[in-house]
């Protein structure tokens, strides 16, 4: 399978935490995620086996037990330095550092299962991204799709300038903010990928690998950058799509009108997690309620 292959499992991990978060969650919520979940191990993710048609494993047996091995624990290390070959860049939306910091804090709560097979099932999913470009935007009508590595940004863009964890978080709590209907970017994962970019960075921090956050911070700004700078299409594609509610919430799973695009499947759950570690990474509760309120736009 692709990379890509690897949002089936970052989902399932997300939605763990997502109950360690929020254990009081009601359980119109808590059944909306096993769904969506249930869904993914089912094979109705795009990134399955849907993108990859040669493949010889159905997605229900990407999730089937491995081998008994012994664990070792000091293996976890391994993955940060398998994802350092490609984390100067935000390959795949950033999906490199999403994958690799999900696993890492998934085997040092559960370091039973770091054996030797499951380590290297990611290195080798960290390897497929040392080449990759970091993704493509939609540039309009008349350009179409362009891949991020044949954009030559502006000197200037008013992008804010951030090198540290405080710095990063805001910034992505501000863009949710200034999010309109009437502004409609496509690409660079949108603004989903770039917070759960950066809450996998704040998360690397937080597990100790503080080496790899410098350069990881400035492989954001970047993918940021990327997606700040592509036009506004509201006149092609018309404007964005909102949800009435937060998918923290029981009316959201209960309404009658969960939204489903190609990629929201896995991407639901993840930005629940990534959010919720955005924001207990800072201590600005005005900025985060108000960042919260607009997840409506992105889910």
């Known amino acids: 399978m692709s990379s890509m292959a690897g949002h089936l499992g970052a989902s399932l991990i997300a939605g763990y935490f997502i109950g360690k978060q929020r254990p009081s969650l009601e359980p119109e919520v808590f059944n909306g995620i096993k769904d969506d979940l249930g869904r993914v191990i089912g094979g ?15 997605d229900a047996e990407l999730f089937d037990a491995f081998p008994k091995q012994k664990s070792d624990e000091s293996l976890i290390d391994g993955i940060a330095e398998g994802l350092e070959k490609s984390i100067d860049q935000p390959r795949q939306s950033g999906h490199n550092v999403i994958f690799a910091s999900l696993a890492i804090r998934a085997l040092k709560e559960h370091p039973r299962f770091a054996t030797p097979a499951v380590v290297d099932g990611i290195l080798k999913l960290m390897a497929l991204f040392e080449n990759q470009t970091p993704g493509n935007g939609y540039y309009g009508k008349k350009k179409g799709r362009i ?24 910034a992505v709590l501000d863009e949710a903010i200034k999010l309109t209907p009437e502004t409609h970017r ?44 592509l036009p506004n299409v509201a006149d092609e ?56 309120d607009k997840l409506r736009f992105l889910m």
Do not use: C
């Open 44 to 58: 109705k993710s795009v990134f399955g086996k849907k993108m990859s048609k040669l493949s010889k494993l159905t």
């Open 186 to 229: 496509i690409g660079y994962g949108g603004l989903v990928h770039v917070i759960n970019h950066s809450a996998a960075i704040v998360n690397l921090a937080a597990d100790g690998y503080t080496d790899l956050v410098p350069r990881a911070i400035r492989s954001h700004r970047h993918h940021l950058r990327l997606w700040r700078n």
């Open 147 to 170: 891949y991020g590595n044949k954009i030559i940004l502006p000197d200037e863009d008013g992008t804010p300038e951030y090198d540290d964890i405080e710095g990063m978080v805001t």
């Open 237 to 292: 594609k018309g404007p964005l799509q909102v949800s009435k509610f937060t998918p923290y919430t029981a009316d959201y799973w209960t309404s009658g009108s969960i939204p489903y695009d190609r990629a929201l499947l896995t991407h639901r759950v993840k930005t629940m997690f990534g959010f919720d570690e955005l924001a207990a990474a800072v201590d600005q509760e005005a900025r985060e309620n108000a960042a919260y």
